[in-house]
């Protein structure tokens, strides 16, 4: 009888070590399109990635840079103070996007131009995504709006 328990308990196991490797498989394929790694100009002047890949590039908008044209359409270049990346979007921009100023966008690069399909913009004076003020820093060029 205490071989029937322990066979029944072993197979029990076994089926939750399948239940949870077949689980973490299918988590990891469904976001396998929902991770959008973030690059800085630099990083994808030094290393550009294919063009099926989507990611998020943040930096400033350069000054003189900002051209809109027919429609929605806009082109600007944002840079990290190392290297810049023309960027091309159709759609309403936020209320805070201007030149100088911080951004994040999504999208895929083809023939080294980013086409977003998103564009984020700071929400106050003085925030900027950690993403961007990382590679700012890296770049010796990001100042702290604080003084500290």
Do not use: C, W
Request: proline share 5%; hydrophobic share 40%.
């Amino acid at each position: 009888m205490k071989s029937l328990k322990k066979k029944r308990r072993v197979q029990v196991m076994a089926l939750a070590a399948v239940s949870l490797v077949a689980a973490t498989a299918l988590i990891g394929f469904a976001m396998k399109d929902g991770i959008n790694y973030f690059r800085a100009p630099s990083q994808i002047a030094a290393n550009p990635p294919p063009p099926t890949e989507t990611f998020r590039i943040g930096g400033l908008v350069e000054e003189g840079s900002l051209t809109r044209g027919q429609g929605k359409a806009v082109t600007f270049s944002v840079t990290d103070g190392g290297a810049s990346v023309k960027v091309s979007y159709t759609g309403i921009l936020p209320d805070l996007f201007e030149e100088n100023q911080g951004m994040v966008g999504t999208g895929k690069l083809q023939d080294g131009v980013f086409i977003a399909s998103e564009i984020l913009a700071k929400h106050d004076e003085t925030y900027m995504p950690r993403e961007v003020v990382d590679a700012l820093k890296e770049q010796g060029v990001y100042q702290d709006p604080n003084g500290s």
